[in-house]
């Protein structure tokens, strides 16, 4: 599996207008001399004496996963006969020797979590367990209220999360299901995309406000028609993503959508322009206090919008930069089959980290010499090294000169540090041991 070159018709003044800002907001930091580069490429094999093999004897790889804000937990359903059917496992953090844990959960196939937090770990009935009560319980883990959206591919999200700080303070989360998601065989997906905004005390765990189903994307029949597939919601909550399938202008590819102040709205907002699988979206308020006054590329800062997005589409992982209107294949580079792992298939849904980090499932063949044997598990990314950024940086630096050199220099990597500290504040928020 090899890289793409990606490609651009931009002109060179916006490529260097575009480019500042997607280096002031994706992660500013510079790189302190002290500072330690994350692996371009961080292969983590799962033990198949810990998670189990498939019905074709490969190490069991699970499916539909959500990766924790600080790249420490995989949340997957479908974990194999040897665990619960809904599993989470726990990541090394970078640099350390230390191998995968594996907790059993009470979930059922499909669960998800809230994104933002992570506060809760949702079943697709609405029950809401805390995640702590699931690491610290397992199985014995109970729920504590039903609520929200219900149904298959239903996702949710903290609006105006205090993540990482945790607060007595009333704590608003929408969800997103697919349409008719109850109903069986060709009845399940026609119909409109739904959401729900509830409201609930994060310290008595009481729901406060169960909200009301909202109906979208109800003015754009005459453009996408009357079904969505793969629907996502942000990890703001500010947005969502879905696929029609039968669209009435343009192709079937993703686009993406703006809840609107109401919550109840459909703006369009963007569009990729080829296929895809389901997306999830990055964050996009982390560093909104950088930005200042950089906003050059129609980029709305603070607001929750124009997070990137990840996707996994033919065995390849790609990113999506909202700035560019660019997808970058984040595959790791083979070496004309002569690299440590090889044969690289990426599987399920990738997730991006706070600090950017894309994290995703994958199977590939590890060799020693002449001798290579199968495996599976999660390959860390770090998109900042990718083969196709470091493309499109030179081909940007080719046509600019030099005027971007600072900018791109002032971010070459995701650093250990940056990693650390992101697990710290998961783990101080969900009081967990570090």
Same mark, same amino acid.
């Given at each position: 599996m090899h890289n793409l070159n990606p490609s651009t018709s931009f002109e060179s003044s916006f490529l260097v207008s575009v480019l500042t800002v997607l280096l002031a907001t994706f992660?500013?930091?510079?790189?302190?001399? &002290?500072?330690?580069?994350?692996? %371009?490429?961080?292969?983590?094999?799962?033990?198949?004496?810990?998670v189990g093999l498939d019905d074709l004897q490969n190490t069991a790889l699970g499916a539909y996963e959500r990766v924790s804000p600080d790249g420490r937990f995989v949340l997957r359903s479908f974990s194999g006969k040897k665990l619960s059917t809904v599993s989470l496992i726990e990541l090394p953090a970078p640099g350390s020797k230390q191998g995968h844990l594996v907790y059993s959960t009470p979930l059922s196939n499909e669960a998800f979590p809230v994104q933002g937090s992570?506060?809760?770990?949702?079943?697709?009935?609405?029950?809401?367990?805390? =995640? %702590?009560?699931?690491?610290?319980?397992?199985?014995?883990?109970?729920?504590? =209220?039903?609520? @929200?959206?219900? @149904?298959?591919?239903?996702?949710?999200a903290e609006l105006n999360t205090s993540y990482p700080q945790r607060t007595s303070a009333p704590v608003q989360i929408r969800s997103l299901s697919w349409p008719n998601?109850?109903?069986?065989?060709?009845?399940?997906?026609?119909?409109?995309?739904?959401?729900?905004?509830?409201?609930?005390?994060?310290?008595?765990?009481?729901?406060?406000?169960?909200?009301k189903i909202q109906n979208l994307c109800l003015d754009r029949l005459n453009i996408d028609?009357?079904?969505?597939?793969?629907?996502?919601?942000?990890?703001?909550?500010?947005?969502?993503?879905?696929?029609?399938?039968?669209?009435?202008?343009?192709?079937?590819?993703?686009?993406? =959508?703006?809840f609107g102040e109401s919550g109840s709205q459909c703006q369009s907002l963007d569009q990729l322009q080829g296929p895809s699988g389901k997306v999830t979206f990055g964050f996009s308020e982390q560093n909104k206090d950088q930005v200042k006054d950089q906003n050059k590329a129609d980029r709305q800062v603070g607001n929750g919008q124009n997070a990137d997005l990840v996707y996994e589409y033919l065995g390849q992982v790609w990113w999506y930069s909202r700035q =560019?209107?660019?997808?970058? &294949?984040?595959?790791?580079?083979?070496a004309n089959g002569k690299a440590e792992n090889i044969s690289i298939i990426a599987s399920a849904f990738p997730g991006m980290t706070?600090?950017?980090?894309?994290?995703?499932?994958?199977?590939?063949?590890?060799? %020693?010499?002449?001798?290579?044997?199968?495996?599976? @598990?999660?390959?860390?990314?770090?998109?900042? %090294?990718s083969n196709a950024w470091q493309h499109f940086k030179n081909k940007i630096l080719a046509t600019s000169g030099n005027l971007l050199s600072g900018a791109v220099a002032s971010k070459k990597c995701i650093t250990q540090e940056q990693v650390l500290q992101e697990r710290k504040l998961f783990a101080q928020f969900h009081q967990l041991a570090q």
């Open positions: 992660c500013p930091l510079a790189l302190a001399q &002290n500072d330690t580069c994350i692996a %371009q490429n961080q292969f983590i094999a799962l033990d198949p004496e810990l992570w506060r809760y770990l949702v079943e697709v009935s609405g029950a809401h367990y805390t =995640f %702590q009560s699931i690491i610290e319980q397992g199985e014995k883990a109970q729920p504590l =209220f039903n609520a @929200g959206m219900t @149904g298959f591919y239903a996702a949710a998601a109850a109903g069986r065989g060709e009845s399940q997906g026609v119909g409109t995309l739904s959401s729900k905004t509830i409201r609930i005390d994060p310290t008595t765990q009481q729901v406060l406000d169960q909200g028609g009357n079904m969505y597939a793969l629907p996502m919601i942000s990890v703001s909550g500010k947005e969502f993503a879905a696929m029609p399938q039968n669209p009435k202008q343009g192709g079937a590819w993703m686009r993406v =959508f703006g =560019f209107k660019t997808s970058f &294949n984040l595959a790791p580079w083979e706070r600090d950017g980090r894309v994290i995703y499932a994958a199977s590939w063949k590890n060799c %020693q010499g002449s001798e290579c044997k199968n495996q599976a @598990g999660y390959i860390v990314a770090d998109p900042w %090294q």
